[in-house]
T-cell receptor, first 110, second 117 residues
Framework: QKEVEQNSGPLSVPEGAIASLNCTYS??????FFWYRQYSGKSPELIMS????GDKEDGRFTAQLNKASQYVSLLIRDSQPSDSATYLC??????????FGAGTRLFVKA | EAGVTQFPSHSVIEKGQTVTLRCDPISGHDNLYWYRRVMGKEIKFLLH????????ESGMPNNRFLAERTGGTYSTLKVQPAELEDSGVYFC???????????????FGPGTRLTVL
């Protein structure tokens, strides 16, 4: 079992729709959770971090964390073609190492 | 403020040769991380420096890889001798806060794409 699992996609949504990206992790002591966006050929860019159970909203992005289910998700409202990218889920167990998922490719159709 | 920079952006070498990758973190960031992404796989942690000290090098694949951060500023990652399976994108990241804490936002560099033929 991978430490951080994501559906590789591609996830295709029409412009203006809500994109829902999901991630599960295996280590119950994980403390910090991150969503990075990576455009093709570019470096990962942090878009959301979440540390407590519940929802965290930032503009069009909402991160949701459920530690009991070991599940973290990212919702993108009013999806735009510019949101088309690979979204990486990353988890930190409190030490120095951040574990990344393989990423979900999102395609927003104009 | 300048971001994390990496050099070179691309490197193509033959099996058995040596390559040195460089990373300049954001000024003032004590934490420096190296990661690698092999094609089709997830980004994998290689190691972490706090200033000039290696805090965690558990992700280093083998002893052909040597990372240094003399003086606690820029870092180099040397692969010697390079093998075919070393091909991939090597990312460097830096962060200002206590590693693993809520202030530890990692900022990634553009990566070095290494191709070993």
């Amino acid at each position: 079992q991978k430490e951080v699992e994501q559906n590789s996609g591609p996830l295709s949504v029409p412009e203006g729709a809500i994109a829902s990206l999901n991630c599960t992790y295996s280590d119950r002591v994980s403390q910090s959770f991150f969503w990075y966006r990576q455009y093709s050929g570019k470096s990962p860019e942090l878009i959301m971090s979440i540390y407590s159970n519940g929802d965290k909203e930032d503009g069009r992005f909402t991160a949701q964390l459920n530690k009991a289910s070991q599940y973290v998700s990212l919702l993108i409202r009013d999806s735009q073609p510019s949101d088309s990218a690979t979204y990486l889920c990353a988890v930190n167990t409190g030490g120095f190492k951040t574990i990344f998922g393989a990423g979900t490719r999102l395609f927003v159709k104009a | 403020e300048a971001g994390v920079t990496q050099f070179p952006s691309h490197s193509v070498i033959e099996k058995g040769q040596t390559v040195t990758l460089r990373c300049d973190p954001i000024s003032g960031h004590d934490n420096l991380y190296w990661y690698r992404r092999v094609m089709g796989k997830e980004i994998k942690f290689l190691l972490h420096f706090v200033k000039e000290s290696k805090q965690d090098e558990s992700g280093m694949p083998n002893n052909r890889f040597l990372a240094e951060r003399t003086g606690g500023t820029y870092s180099t990652l040397k692969v010697q001798p390079a093998e075919l399976e070393d091909s991939g994108v090597y990312f460097c990241a830096s962060s200002p806060g206590l590693a693993g804490s809520r202030t530890d936002t990692q900022y990634f560099g553009p990566g070095t794409r290494l191709t070993v033929l």
